[in-house]
């Protein structure tokens, strides 16, 4: 079973940084395709970034391209989110996903495995 819990949310300034983790308490993630997801509130959930299970491959979304880094360590069964530049858009809770078997997901029904999230407030 894979049981995804994050953490490193809270309260930033715009302009600032957060980091986000992802860890697995379950089985390895060491296979597993990882995925970051937000949700602002009264909106719809939507991708942040993806990574391939070797990190070898990622894939952002738009509107955090050049701000945001995923990245992984396999050896400590975690996916991190870097959040730098942040903006009061960015503002939302954040999950972390997991998905079987191979190739980058963007969509929420590509993965298997969900985190509760961890909320992420951006001041201006």
């Known amino acids: 079973q894979v049981q995804l819990v994050e953490s490193g949310g809270g309260l930033a300034q715009a302009g600032g940084s957060l980091r986000l983790s992802c860890a697995n308490s379950?089985?390895?993630?060491?296979?597993?395709?990882m995925g970051w997801f937000r949700q602002a509130p009264g909106k719809e959930r939507e991708f942040v970034a993806t990574?391939?299970?070797?990190?070898?491959?990622?894939y952002y979304a738009d509107s955090v391209k050049g701000r945001f880094t995923i990245s992984r360590d396999n050896a400590k069964n975690t996916v991190y989110l870097q959040m730098n530049s942040l903006k009061p858009e960015d503002t939302a809770v954040y999950y972390c996903?997991?998905?079987?078997?191979?190739?980058?997901?963007?969509?929420?029904?590509?993965?298997?495995?969900w985190g509760q999230g961890t909320q992420v407030t951006v001041s201006s």
């Open positions: 996903a997991a998905r079987r078997g191979g190739g980058l997901g963007r969509l929420i029904s590509d993965y298997n495995y």
């Open positions: 379950g089985r390895t993630i060491t296979s597993y395709t």
């Open positions: 990574i391939s299970w070797n990190g070898m491959n990622t």
